[in-house]
C-alpha cells in the first residue's frame, strides 16, 4: 500500500489540491482524497514537491524508426524526410531491435505507461511482448501501385496475426492518404472500420496539401505518376479518409498540422469518435511549423499527444511535447495538456478501463512532475517526470 500526495494531484481530469492518491501493492487505485481528510492516514502518506499524474498515453510513435536517431537534417520538408526513411529501412535488423529497446526503456523512464506504435513488420514483437508499456501496434500499409494491393494487404494480416499470437492488441492501418492505391486504401481502412480503431497520418505538411490541391510539387514529382488515379478524386487528403471512414472508428488523425477549422467540422459529420493526435516536436522537426492548437482548443476538440519516432525528434519524452504547446500555445492551460496527455491518449486507444486517470480500480501508474510554476499552473524550462508507481 502507498499514500501519495503532492500541491496537486491531476485526477486525468482536474487538479485536486493537496490530492492523495491510495495504491494497493499492485498498483491498482483503491481510494482518493485530498489532506484534508480525517480519513487519510497522514503519517503514512508520502509528500512530493509537485503535481502528480496518472501515467502518459504516447497516442503515436513508430519504435521501429529508433535506429533512424539523428541522422535527417531538420526542417527538410516532408519529402526530403519520407526519401530518407525509406533509405534507412533496410539497415542491420539486429541495430534496429537493439535500438528499440532503448527507446522502449526511455519511454519508460519518461513516465509513458502505453504506446500507440506504427509497424510496418513484425521486428518490435519481441520488444513489447517484454515491455513494461501497454503497446496497441498499427500494422501499416503502403503502397501506390494498385497492382500490388492484394499482395500487400495479406503481408499486413501476416504481421498482424504474428502480433496478436504474441498476445500483443494489434489492428491495421493506411499510413497517410497521399502512400497507398485507392484499393489498398480501402482496404486497409475496412480492416481498422472492422477492429474499430485507425491511426492515420493526416494534413501533415506542405508537401501534402499542395500535392491534393494542385496535383504537382515536391511530392508528385518524388512518387510520381501512379497517384494521378486518386488524386483526381480529393483536393483534400483528409476527404480521402472521411470517404470510407466509419460513424464509431476510433479515428486517430496523426498531425494535423495544416487542419482548418471546415475540415473539423466536416470530420464530425463523419465520424463521431475521432481523436486529434499532436506531436510537435516532430513538426518542428520536419517543417518547423505546429497546428492551430488554440482552434482545436476553442473547438473542444478531443486531442491527445504524441512523441513521433526518433527519426524525427530528439528524444521520446512527452514532457517535451508539454513544453512545446504550453510554451507555443499559453492559452491551452496546464490542465487541459495533462488531460490530453493522460486520460484522452487512453480512451483513443481504447485503454480507458485500465489506464489514464486516478480512479478506483484502474491501474493508470503514477507520475511526479516536478518543477512546476504553481503561480502560474504553468510548466518551466526545468519542469521534468518521475515515475513514483
Ligand atoms: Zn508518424
Redesign the pocket.
Known sequence: MRLISGHYVFTGREFVRNGVVEFDNAGKVVSIGSLGDSVIEKERTEFFNGIISPGFINA???SELSHIKGVIPQHSGMTEFCKSVISYRNSDVNEQVLAMYEADKQMENEGIVAVGD?SNNDLSVKMKKDSRLIYHTFVETLNLNPNLADENIAKARTVKQNFANAGLRVSITP?APYSLSERLFEMSVAEGNDSGILSI?NE?SFDEMELFAKKQGKMRDFFGNEMDDFLSCYDNPLHRILKYIALETNLLL??NTHTNEQDFRQTLTRNRKTTWVF?PA?NLYIENNLPDVNLFSKLNAHVAI?T??LS?NTNLSMMQELKILDSTFPATGLQTLLRWATLNGAEALNLDSELGSFELGKRPGALLLSDIDFKNMRLTTNSKTTRLV
Open positions: 503515436h510513435c513508430h506504427i499510413h497520418h501533415e496523426i498531425h506531436c516532430s504524441g513521433d519516432s524525427s
